[in-house]
């Protein structure tokens, strides 16, 4: 029955793509904002094929159905793929063409290639079309509407207000900053944003349309003399409305964004575009003949990835409270596991009741990852009915987890050893934690980047043969997106990879290895970019962990750590001792503590 389904659901694709004339439909992961996380209404890619990764394309044509992801995802989408309809393309590997290579090789010349306008951002369009010029692209609007029988419903959740004390500026000057930045760039009379968080940061507003982000779902167009959010209204309280209309800006229906684009070609307007925009918004103004213009990024990017002190002190208060949570849960899965069975999801729904005792929690921050053995080597796995397995006293758990918090975002991973461990387990987990110190003890002159940083988290690693596919270090939102740009630390040559590391940014430390059909190992921890000292040489910049839990040092190989990197283990633990011990009113939690970040001897 369930294949059935499936290729019904492929036939009525096919069926309109034959009424459109396309010989291929390409189905991105996205939304109208380019948002990682996604609500269920434009999850199409998961509706058609069941695939439930974060990222991931999928190819349509009338013979074969594609689907794209990277070496995060390849094991969860071989478990999660029909091989009856869906042929998985293993980006990265050796001899797997690019969706623009493959298109090259199986469609003839001047075909038509269609998207949803949508879904896809001009940026990444622009890739895939320059490596398939020969194809006729064509941009669509979604008709899922028809396709998907019992498509959910947008949501509807209302806004609140950001806390006075988490921000140091109001809308009204983040929008004068924003648009001069953008004015100056391309003399713009107008700018028309679509990222959620970055909307939500300009405004000082949060929301509950987005799963783990606390986002919503609306544009923001602004300008010398006007500035227009677009959203439902229903999501609005009184007292938002009143907010909003005090910092001059005014309201119009989400889906009125063409209404007030259209008259706009009437004046001398010049509209400022960010690379996120959507395909659909760009045809938009097309085809109203309004003039707009790209801008290399958003200002209110890299403005929102710098946190001020207001942002920086409700990050503090967030690792804090999430610290004193998984102390309690680390120190409740050990003592529980001796008496009774724990599963990967029973230990997932204790963490995030551990979490949600603690003053200003509000939901996860992405999809808890508990992984025991063989799981933790699917780098995104995420424990469901039929996978879910019990926790024994042997090999590694790997727990990634975070949590939103009224005040900041949190981001962490420790692995566990729940008992015996073979020496290709510990091996691997040293040289992990090795890396991990050495990029949390780097100092480093200010305008480096993370192209540059990342090679300290490999190095050891690499000297023994080890290597993973995902980046070593994400951006963090301050009561925003767990995953937050414009920087990160990874080795591939990137655009994201060379935006300098700033004082006041916070992005995540976490290297791992993963060895297929037998574990995974990863050590992150979210830290603080601050100022380090001034030299003759210029000045220089370093990491403080904002982090709060132990590093489980039952894995570790003590023989294999220098002096210097037992003395940052025993200054870590100490710091996270002496910050949690104060919170924590149970006996027993003070004592696990005070055992788990025991001094190791330096000599």
Known sequence: ????????????????????????????????????????????????????????????????????????????????????????????????????????????????????????????????????????????????????????????????????EHTEMSASQKITLVFSEVKNQVGATHFLMNDLA???????????????????????????????????????????????????????????????????????????????????????????????????????????????????????EAMLQDGVAMVQFLRWLEATMKVEEITEIKAEKALTHFRSQRPGFEQPSFATIAAYGAHGAIVHYEAEPHTDIPLRPESLFLLDSGGQYAGGTTDITRTLALGTLTEEERRAYTLVLKGHIALSNCRFPEGSTGLQLDLAARYAMWQQGYDFGHGTGHGVGAHLCVHEGPMQIRKNLRACTL?????????????????????????????????????????????????LCPIDLRPVHLSWLTADEREWLNTYHRKVREALMPLLTDEADRQWLTAATHEVPIA
Not at 58 to 77: C, F, G, K, N, P
């Open 198 to 316: 970055e909307i939500a940061w300009m405004l000082n507003l949060r929301g509950s349309d987005v799963e783990y982000n606390p986002v919503f779902l609306s544009y923001l167009l602004i300008g010398e003399e006007e500035n227009i959010l677009f959203i439902d209204k229903q999501k609005l309280t009184p007292e938002i409305s009143d907010y909003l209309a005090a910092e001059k800006v005014s309201i119009a229906p989400y889906s009125a964004l063409e209404i007030f684009i259209a008259p706009l070609s009437r004046y001398e307007t010049r509209v400022a575009l960010p690379p996120s925009a959507n395909c659909a918004t760009v045809t938009m103004m097309q085809n109203e003949k309004v003039q707009h213009t790209f801008i290399n990024a958003s200002p209110a990017e890299l403005m929102k990835a710098v946190k001020c002190e207001a942002e920086i002190k409700g990050m503090r």
């Open 499 to 547: 935006i300098p590391l700033t004082e006041g940014m916070i992005i995540t430390n976490e290297p791992g290895i993963y060895v297929e059909g037998k574990f995974g190992v990863r050590i992150e921890n979210t830290l603080l970019v601050r100022r380090s000292l001034n030299t003759p040489f210029g000045r220089f910049l370093e990491f403080e962990p904002l982090t």
């Open 1 to 164: 029955m369930e294949n059935k389904e499936k290729n019904n659901k492929l036939l009525s694709v096919r069926m309109w793509m034959s009424m459109q004339g396309v010989e291929a439909l390409i189905i991105f992961t996205s939304d109208p904002h380019n948002g990682e996380y996604i609500p269920d209404y434009w999850k199409l890619r998961e509706y058609l094929c069941e695939f439930t990764g974060s990222a991931g394309i999928l190819v349509i044509t009338h013979e074969e159905a594609l689907l794209w992801t990277d070496s995060r995802y390849h094991i969860q989408a071989e478990a999660q793929l029909d091989a009856t309809h869906f042929t998985l393309m293993k980006e990265g590997l050796s001899g797997v063409p690019s969706i623009g290579e493959w298109l090259t090789e199986n469609m003839e010349e001047g075909v038509a290639v269609a998207v949803i306008g949508e879904q896809v951002s001009v940026a990444e369009l622009n890739s895939i079309k320059q490596e398939a010029q020969h194809l006729e692209w064509q941009c669509h609007d979604d008709p899922f509407n028809e396709l998907w029988p019992e498509r959910p419903q947008l949501p509807t959740g209302l806004l609140s207000m950001q806390a006075a």
